[in-house]
């Protein structure tokens, strides 16, 4: 069974860090691109970062930029965000997500439960 | 950045109904439009990619169309399960990577 499984939210003061870990299992995830997207309480989707499965290629979305850092270890399968001098806009849960690529246009197949980040 | 606009932002129905809920991109994002939805408290779950193309285990009754700007979601028949919201997404020129804004789908 393909799954994603993430960890590493909580309540933190702002301007403080967090680390989210993100373990995949049941597919080859050094074959793979990963992302990070996060829902607001009561709001939509919003993407949050995106990496490349050697980690050659990173991507943020402007209101992260400078703040968060995604990485990966494609030797334990853990996709990660290192989320610092956060603020309150940034509570939400963060869902990891699989990236699929079909003809230049990027999709996420496969998704986790999420793990939800408080700050206040 | 582009943007993408679903209408409408709510819509009631009842178990049975056709629904088409429509996605319209700030400019042309040629196929590279998706679609998902959220059930209340689960993740969102991958329906249609690339404008139509429906995912293993997807009903039929889903399907997708458009071309350029404008892209629409359709359920030939409503059934209880599919009460969601919906949400397009596009990566036509990555970064950033945009969802339209959702469109909850109630039970009339």
């Known amino acids: 069974e393909v799954l994603l499984v993430e960890s590493g939210g909580g309540l933190v003061q702002p301007g403080g860090s967090l680390r989210l870990s993100c373990a995949a299992s049941?597919?080859?995830?050094?074959?793979?691109?990963m992302m990070w997207v996060r829902q607001a309480p009561g709001k939509g989707l919003e993407w949050v970062s995106y990496?490349?499965?050697?980690?050659?290629?990173?991507y943020y979305a402007d209101s992260v930029k400078g703040r968060f850092t995604i990485s990966r270890d494609n030797a334990v399968n853990s996709l990660f965000l290192q989320m610092n001098s956060l603020r309150a806009e940034d509570s939400a849960i963060y869902y990891c997500?699989?990236?699929?690529?079909?003809?230049?246009?990027?999709?996420?197949?496969?998704w986790g439960e999420g793990t939800t980040v408080t700050v206040s | 950045d582009i943007q993408l606009t679903q209408s409408p932002s709510t819509l009631s129905a009842s178990v049975g109904d056709r629904v088409t809920i429509t996605c319209r991109a700030s400019?042309?994002?040629?196929?590279?439009l998706n679609w998902y939805q959220q059930r209340p408290g689960k993740a969102p779950k991958l329906l249609i990619s690339?404008?139509?193309n429906l995912q293993s285990g997807v009903p039929s009754r889903f399907s997708g169309s458009g071309s350029g700007t404008d892209f629409t979601l359709t359920i030939s028949s409503l059934q209880p399960e599919d009460f969601a919201t919906y949400y397009c997404?596009?990566?036509?020129?990555?970064?950033?990577?945009?969802f339209g804004q959702g469109t909850r789908l109630e039970i009339k």
């Open positions: 997500a699989r990236a699929e690529w079909f003809e230049g246009n990027y999709y996420m197949d496969v």
């Open positions: 049941g597919f080859t995830f050094s074959d793979f691109s």
């Open positions: 990496i490349s499965s050697r980690s050659s290629t990173i």
């Open positions: 400019q042309g994002i040629s196929s590279y």
């Open positions: 690339s404008v139509f």
């Open positions: 997404q596009e990566s036509y020129s990555i970064p950033p990577i945009t």
